[in-house]
């Protein structure tokens, strides 16, 4: 069964930088597009970025542009999203997200949640 | 961006009642690219509907979307106490991708 575990989660002043990573299994992760999303406390859905099965197709949204980085390991079955110049806006339950070709989300990690405060 | 705008905001029922709840968007929506996620405390959101009305694997039938353009529904036929949660809309139409900010299906 398709399985998405994240990590490296936690606490960060602002300004700080933090790598998340998420471990997939259950399926042939090359052949999918995979997702970073998040969920501010208390709060809705907002798509952070996304990477083709062969990472040469990355977008971001614009509230975080020039600050985080997607980028995937095949060979490890592993998603990772490099976070930098983290604001206190950041602060969320990071998902990640198989992406069947760019466009809906049909299975979710558990979450890790990022803190970014003094 | 296509802004999703989600009514009501909180809908309280009883279980085997029918639940509607609307998702509305500020610009139409291509090839009705909409899709539906139900998300219970403390967990992540589960892929509900897809193509605004095709279930995903495993969904239950009582679980059905309908619409096109600007309006998408989802519709639940009977409440099971397991149905009471926070429910998304996200348009894939274009980009970047938008969730709706949420309606929560609370038992009354």
């Known amino acids: 069964q398709v399985q998405l575990v994240e990590s490296g989660g936690g606490l960060v002043k602002p300004g700080g930088s933090l790598r998340l990573s998420c471990a997939a299994s259950?399926?042939?992760?090359?052949?999918?597009?995979m997702s970073w999303i998040r969920q501010a406390p208390g709060k809705g859905l907002e798509w952070v970025s996304y990477i083709s099965g062969s990472g040469t197709t990355i977008d971001s949204a614009d509230s975080v542009k020039g600050r985080f980085t997607i980028s995937r390991d095949n060979s490890k079955n592993s998603l990772y999203l490099q976070m930098n110049s983290l604001r206190a806006e950041d602060t969320a339950v990071y998902y990640c997200a198989r992406d069947p070709v760019g466009e809906l989300f049909d299975y979710w990690g558990q979450g890790t949640l990022v803190t970014v405060s003094s | 961006e296509i802004v999703l705008t989600q009514s009501p905001g909180t809908l309280s029922l009883s279980p085997g009642e029918r639940a509607t709840l609307s998702c509305r968007a500020s610009?139409?929506?291509?090839?009705?690219?909409l899709a539906w996620y139900q998300q219970k405390p403390g967990q992540a959101p589960r892929l509900l509907i897809y193509g605004a009305s095709s279930r995903a694997t495993g969904i239950p039938d009582r679980f059905s979307g309908s619409g096109s353009g600007t309006d998408f529904t989802l519709t639940i036929s009977r409440l099971e106490p397991e149905d009471f949660a926070v429910y998304y809309c996200q348009q894939y139409g274009s980009s970047p991708r938008t969730f709706g900010q949420g309606t929560k299906v609370e038992i009354k």
């Open positions: 259950g399926f042939s992760f090359s052949d999918y597009y």
């Open positions: 610009q139409s929506v291509r090839s009705s690219y």
